[in-house]
């Protein structure tokens, strides 16, 4: 059974940084070839695509609130995904979500409905 675990969540003041980590287990498969993406949701708000990695072509995709500021990256053979943010501001509050899957739409690559597993979130405050 697949499992993501986040983790790096907390409090941090605005124009602070902060890495968050995913750690995937019980995928069979060749774990390169599966499709990776950070997710956020905040109270009151549906919950959206903050960086997704399409891994069929090498390709990364950041939502436009948090370009410039945030980067993903992934260790294939820890089965690690990571999501590394600068310049922190309170609207980046939320509920992280890390999720996988194998299908992939490039017409909406920050979509959530290509990811078949999700963890089960890590709080992040900004606080201002």
């Known amino acids: 059974q697949v499992q993501l675990v986040e983790s790096g969540g907390g409090l941090v003041q605005a124009g602070g940084s902060q890495r968050l980590s995913c750690a995937a287990s019980?995928?069979?498969?060749?774990?390169?070839?599966?499709?990776l993406g950070w997710f956020r949701q905040a109270p009151g708000k549906e919950r959206e695509g903050v960086a997704t990695?399409?891994?069929?072509?090498?390709?990364?995709f950041f939502a436009d609130s948090v370009k410039g500021r945030f980067t993903v990256s992934r260790d294939n053979a820890r089965r690690m995904l990571y999501l590394e943010m600068n310049n922190l501001k309170p609207e980046d509050s939320a509920l992280y979500y890390c999720a996988a899957g194998t299908v992939w739409r490039s017409s909406t690559p920050l979509s959530t409905t290509m990811f078949k597993y999700w963890g089960q979130g890590t709080q992040l405050t900004v606080s201002s």
């Open positions: 019980g995928y069979t498969g060749n774990f390169n070839l599966v499709n």
């Open positions: 990695f399409f891994a069929g072509a090498g390709l990364t």
